[in-house]
């Protein structure tokens, strides 16, 4: 069961969202505003954020941004009638997982929130595929079994790439979350040395695990590609 936070000012929208979402076994909460949706995010712990982008008091996009501050590991589903590309491209610059657009079939949107819940869950304190193990609590790393030399860096590269498995993680985002926010500047040739330095050191022939976005940024496979 996860906890979900609906943000959706469309009242009967909003109901029936949280009906089908508590039916499929999960715990709802829904907001109509921004400034709710902040209240609930300061007094509870939430596994998803469902968000839209047009709403009374401000912008879905400056609330993701907001989320994606305070817990990058939180997934984001924007649920929105905003079908532009650029807002698209926006939502998944700004870290979401999921960009969905109005009118959408239910059953749809259930199985989308029950894949990035998954992601979510396997990216977690441990990967563990056989060939590679990587454990982030105890900041180990494996390769067939032998010991690698992973940098902090590298580390933080990793969990956020594994924690959002199958999402596409762009260029500025990853720059924003991994070095920006703690003051310490990195440019963006640094984060391709660093990631062609971290692919060498956790991929062979035979396995791959991060695939480039042309265009737009990285994604961990996890070896499925």
Known sequence: MAKILVVEDDLALSAGLCFALDEAGHLTAAAYTCQKA???????????????????DGNGFDLCRECKSSAPERPVIFLTANDLERDELNGFDLGADDYITKPF??????RRVEAVLRRGTAGSDCFDDGFLRLDFQALTAARNGERLSITPNEYKLLRLLTANAGAVMTRRLLLEKLWDSGGNFIDDHTLTVTMNRLRAKIEDAGHTYIQTVRGMGYV????QE
Do not use: M, S, Y
């Open 38 to 56: 902040r209240q609930l995010l300061k007094t509870g712990q939430f596994d998803l954020v469902i968000l839209d982008v047009n709403l009374p």
């Open 105 to 110: 079939r239910i059953q749809v949107l259930k």
């Open 220 to 223: 961990w496979t996890g070896d």
